[in-house]
């Protein structure tokens, strides 16, 4: 494993070409652990001439031993890394918690979405078929699909595994070879992970991983030019970034970025059914979560006993260590923390209804990130805690008057990633969710556990492109045309 168990600050180095490798120039970034704010790690600070010797090595082996193998064969790699990571999971899931703070449980999940994703993608590799099409009869058009080439993948702190499982399985089982910049505040499983694909025998150069500074290594990665396809999950403004870098180099990048995501309440809903999913749909991962359902819009006839029942779980959620199972755990880093504070000072400010807020458990360490979860009702819908995404555990509630009104709020922000419809009524079910303009719409349900088989992805502001499902896996690929004359 590519850390040093002797030392109480364990040492990562990126993983390039098949080696454990120090950055060119040394450098090395601390790693503060968001539950006590105390120093655990340090992981390699990546440069620019590490993201160019890995681009090499992805290079070498996608011309050599990597695109030598079978679908097949890449396949069983992948099936056989789902398998490595299962062993590991107990190890995986406490490396994840005390690197990222998320309660023990969601490690665990994350690290079950990650060992699918491998599965799903494994066993999907050899069943990527191209097509044959009619054209003249002298002529026979066959279409194949085949890898971009070298995939450079960013990857946020968030859902550091499962976002590696989707958008690296994916690009593996494609034929593509692979660099990755994992978050520089959630490195570890990412780099434990590619040493099991290391020794489960990925040849060498197939996953090279370089960690590091997004601004550096980041940076480097977006815009060098042996890069033949970017994906990219993260902030809109970074996105905008790397889609300008990709341009430059005239190659695709998939932009899976924020979401500001509605849950539509009309009032003849099953509420037993529907409350604990509203509250669990910020609550999941301290709210730093893409999909987070962080508005809720609720028919003005059930406003008021929604905003009650909703706050009387509120009251009761706790923030703490993820070895306590708490409700969320700490926010990422000081610098979440103090942006999701300062949006609840603002939101204060302009007189916004505090409606319920939870606590911070007594025994959560003072030097850690913890947030209190505050439900804010009701909200108008032009607020900032309405339009703007707060990545914490912020929940803003909306009055609407009839179908049309939901839509328009629902589709009224420049996000588009997912939405929640809660209704009885079958046909306006199905007729809100086909208007809603996001990549995911979940009706009388919010989340799909990973929805490793779901394809997933936003409009607008949400980004382009989609990752997860098999649609993901088409999105590595491109395709060539061949044009045999035969008469
Ligand atoms: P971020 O954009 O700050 O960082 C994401 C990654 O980009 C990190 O690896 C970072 O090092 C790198 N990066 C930073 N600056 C860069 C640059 N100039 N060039 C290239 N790379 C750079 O985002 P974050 O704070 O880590 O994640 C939070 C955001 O990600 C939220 O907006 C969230 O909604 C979004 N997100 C979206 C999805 C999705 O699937 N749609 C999933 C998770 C997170």
């Not at 990412?190 to 991983?209: D, Q």
């Not at 998939?254 to 003849?268: M, P, Y």
Request: net charge negative; with cysteine.
């Amino acid at each position: 494993m590519n850390d040093q168990a002797s030392s109480a600050v364990a040492l990562h180095r990126n993983l390039i070409d098949g080696r454990d490798t120090a950055a060119s120039d040394g450098a090395l970034l601390d790693v503060l652990s968001p539950i006590d704010g105390l120093l655990f790690a340090r992981i390699a600070s990546g440069t620019a001439e590490d993201v160019d010797a890995a681009v090499k090595a992805a290079r070498a082996a996608y011309e050599g031993a990597w695109s030598r193998l079978t679908a097949t064969e890449r396949g069983r790699l992948l099936i056989k890394l789902a398998a490595a990571v299962e062993g590991d999971a107990e190890t995986l899931a406490a490396l994840e918690s005390r690197d990222n703070g998320k309660p023990l449980r969601q490690s665990r999940a994350d690290v079950t979405a990650l060992a699918r994703y491998f599965e799903y993608y494994g066993s999907a590799a050899d069943k990527l078929h191209g097509e044959v099409i009619p054209y003249l009869n002298t002529h026979f058009i066959g279409v194949e699909r085949v890898p971009h080439g070298v995939t450079g993948h960013i990857i946020p702190w968030n859902y550091p595994m499962q976002i590696f499982g989707r958008s690296v399985g994916a690009a593996l089982a494609a034929g593509n070879a692979t660099v990755v910049k994992p978050a520089e505040d959630a490195s570890l499983t990412i780099l434990r992970v590619a040493a099991l694909a290391r020794e489960v025998g990925f040849p060498e150069g197939a996953l090279n991983i370089v960690t590091g500074l997004g601004r550096i290594a980041g940076a480097a990665l977006a815009a060098h030019p042996g890069i033949d396809f970017l994906s990219f999950t993260g902030s809109p403004e970074t996105g905008t970034m790397v889609q300008t870098a990709a341009a430059k180099n005239h190659v695709g990048v998939t932009l899976e970025l924020g979401g500001k995501s509605a849950q539509v309440v009309f009032d003849d809903a099953d509420l037993e059914r529907a409350l604990p999913a509203l509250v669990n749909a910020i609550i999941q991962n301290g709210g730093q979560t893409c999909s987070a359902g962080s508005r809720l819009l609720i028919q003005r006839g059930i406003f008021k006993d929604v905003v009650d029942a909703v706050a009387e779980r509120f009251r009761a959620l706790r923030a703490g260590r993820p070895d306590r199972e708490p409700d969320l755990g700490p926010m990422i880093n000081q610098a979440q923390q103090r942006r999701v504070q300062a949006y609840l000072e603002r939101a204060k400010n302009e007189g916004l209804t505090v409606a319920a807020a939870g606590g911070i458990a007594s025994d959560a360490p003072a030097g850690g990130y913890y947030v209190a979860p505050t439900f804010f009702a009701p909200v108008a819908h032009e607020s900032v805690l309405s339009q703007e995404e707060v990545f914490g555990p912020v929940l803003v509630a909306t009055p609407f008057e009839d179908e049309a009104e939901a839509v328009r709020l629902a589709n009224g922000t420049a996000y588009g990633l997912a939405a929640g419809v809660w209704t009885r009524d079958a046909m306006r079910s199905t007729r809100v969710a086909r208007a809603m303009r996001v990549g995911q719409v979940f009706v009388n349900c919010y989340g799909a556990g990973g929805g490793v088989e779901l394809p997933f992805g936003g409009f607008g502001r949400s980004g382009h492109g989609r990752e997860k499902g098999f649609e993901g896996l088409v999105e590595f690929t491109t395709t060539r045309t061949l044009v045999i004359a035969h008469g």
